[in-house]
């Protein structure tokens, strides 16, 4: 349910017809990043406030300043709040936009990985250490050497490697790296440095990480996704192509590269035998939430897999004040994902 729709909605009757509901509602919550550490469920999700910056579609609205984990005993527990973990005035590279974060746990140590924008005006992504789940973390003086645009995830393999995989169009600013080097030009326009619609469509990036996980160990490299052809998706294929909020889940095998169509509001899967792809297009996991952004993360919790998500039905529509929810999924027996409807009919 993209957003030029809400004027007709009537909230409490789409509340009653939700699959879910927040799993907290005294703050706003975004882009869920699920784990489970020491069987215990946590939850790192932007904190969305109004910091009344004008709406555009640079995401200029989305003016986030800290993170708060969300932690969970059990599925069927209460969602706790555990208060301030990182700020962005702690950051020293950061200035503003605190975007989607991830974590990951290595030898005892939680590691943060956030996305803000530095005083040049450009998205990097850092690093913040902390020896508890829920923080508070202490950041990493500058950025990650090499990072770029926005919704870091970070996949640990069976193996013990640990992957970043992130990017995003438009306010992320991923169309502005296609040569390797940040476009500077002074353009407003979200779409300026898109490929053309006949071109193959901006590839997200996936990189090793360093023992330390304070680093990338190589440059990051393309993930590519294809269609059922073996043809890299176009970037007139919106309905299907990558647009941020990638999260990536192993499941008897394969590996799954799930993420958000963006303007068409799908969240939508790929699947390889490899972490690095290509990915095969699998169908959508979400059908459009109430609110332009759409983004998630896949988490199995004692043998059941959840979708953790996001919609901006608690703020009634307004688009930068989301709410984090958590509700099953379930995969036929070729692997593929059984397709959501956020609202029952
Ligand atoms: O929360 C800010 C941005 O909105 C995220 O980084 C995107 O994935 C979208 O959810």
């Known amino acids: 349910m993209p957003e030029d729709s809400i004027d007709h909605v009537d ?28 069987g215990k469920i946590y939850i ?32 069927n527990s209460e969602a706790i709040d555990n208060g301030v973990a990182l ?30 924008k530095g005083y040049d005006g450009i998205f990097r992504i850092g690093v913040a250490i902390s020896d508890s789940p829920i923080g508070p973390f202490t950041p990493q003086p500058k950025a990650i050497k090499g990072s770029f645009s926005i919704d870091p995830a970070v996949f640990k393999d069976d193996d013990g490697e640990y992957y970043m995989y992130f990017g995003g169009l438009w306010g992320g600013q991923l169309q502005r790296w296609r040569t390797g080097t940040f476009n500077a030009t002074q353009e407003t326009s979200p779409t300026a440095h898109i490929p053309e619609d006949h071109e193959q469509a901006l590839s997200p990036k996936i990189a090793k990480m360093t023992d330390d996980l304070l680093e990338f160990s190589e440059e990051p490299k393309d993930v590519v996704i294809l269609d059922e052809k073996g043809n890299p998706l176009l970037s007139g294929d919106t309905d299907r192509r990558f647009f941020e909020a ?24 790929a699947m390889s035998k490899n972490p690095y792809g290509p990915f095969t297009y699998g169908g959508r996991i979400l059908n459009p939430v109430v609110g332009w952004t759409s983004h998630h993360s896949i988490c199995e919790v004692e043998g059941k897999w959840y979708l953790f998500y996001h919609d901006s039905s608690l703020s009634k529509g307004i688009t930068h004040l989301r709410s984090v929810k958590v509700t099953e999924i379930t995969y036929n027996k070729d692997g593929s994902i059984v397709t959501l409807d956020p609202y029952t009919e």
């Open 11 to 38: 909230f409490n009757k789409l509340n009653e017809k939700a699959i879910s509901q927040p799993l907290v509602n005294h703050i706003y919550t975004a882009d869920p990043s699920a784990h489970v550490f020491n």
């Open 246 to 269: 990638a999260w990536v889940h192993k499941y008897n095998d394969n590996y799954y590269f799930s993420y958000s169509t963006g303007d068409t509001h799908f969240i939508c899967y």
């Open 87 to 116: 700020h962005v005035d702690d950051v020293a590279w950061a200035e503003k936009q605190m975007w989607a974060p991830d974590a990951h746990e290595k030898d005892g140590k939680f590691y943060l990985f956030f996305p803000a």
């Open 44 to 75: 790192y999700p932007s904190h969305d406030i109004d910091a009344g910056e004008a709406f555009d579609d640079l995401g200029s609205h989305f003016a986030m300043e800290d993170y708060h984990v969300i932690s969970m005993d059990s599925m």
